[in-house]
């Protein structure tokens, strides 16, 4: 018993020993969809139901990022120590279909993965997922070897994009520059 008490002593310690950045927490909270954060009463039904935090025994935890994202503790979410917090959420929208308070959890860890972005901390397969978008027009390019199989398979030819008109959507979001600031 004692020892659980301090287990408990030393967690609550830590999250105060935490600072609160006000603006981060305002910036979410006030946007529209951030805004449901506000409605998360910390059920874990989302990490109940998270597969990612199931095969990594709750290293990834949605409802603690939620949590970190509500109190505003911004040095718990982001550096490049943390990217798994963040990074770890496949946007599988499960979270989102079991949430009692339809806090759009999916919705906020985009946010909070654009943040992270623009702070140049994005995994690498971000980035060469994002620069073979860029070029291609799609995340997997074509290949003569799958193209040759699918012939023999008398499947039929998958439509190319046009590369032009991606590059020109792409650019609107200004995606090349954010690229070129993580390499
Ligand atoms: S399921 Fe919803 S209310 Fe419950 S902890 Fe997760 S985000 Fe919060
Ligand atoms: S969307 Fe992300 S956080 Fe939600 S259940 Fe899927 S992997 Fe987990």
Do not use: H
């Not at 919705?107 to 971000?126: C, H, Q, W």
């Not at 995340?139 to 193209?147: F, K, R, S």
């Amino acid at each position: 018993m004692l020892f659980n008490i301090n287990i408990s002593f030393i967690k609550t310690k830590l999250i105060f020993m935490a600072t609160i950045d006000f603006e981060f927490r305002n910036q979410i909270i006030q946007s529209d969809i951030g805004s449901t954060l506000a409605y998360c009463y910390q059920c874990a039904t989302c990490s109940g139901a998270c597969p990612v935090a199931q095969v990594t025994n709750g290293r990834y935890n949605p409802r603690r990022l939620i949590l970190d994202a509500l109190l505003g503790l911004k040095e718990k979410i982001f550096g490049r120590e943390n990217a798994f917090s963040i990074w770890g959420c496949t946007v599988c929208d499960t979270c989102d279909e079991v949430c009692p308070q339809k806090v759009e959890l999916t919705e906020i860890f985009t946010i909070l993965k654009n943040m992270s972005v623009e702070r140049g901390e994005a995994p690498d397969y971000y980035i060469i997922q994002a620069s073979t978008i860029l070029e291609n027009g799609k995340a997997i390019p074509m290949q003569p070897a799958i193209e040759r199989r699918r012939d023999q398979l008398g499947l039929p030819k998958v439509m190319s994009p046009d590369v032009n008109e991606v590059k020109k959507l792409l650019e609107a979001t200004k995606l090349a520059d954010k690229i070129k600031k993580e390499e």
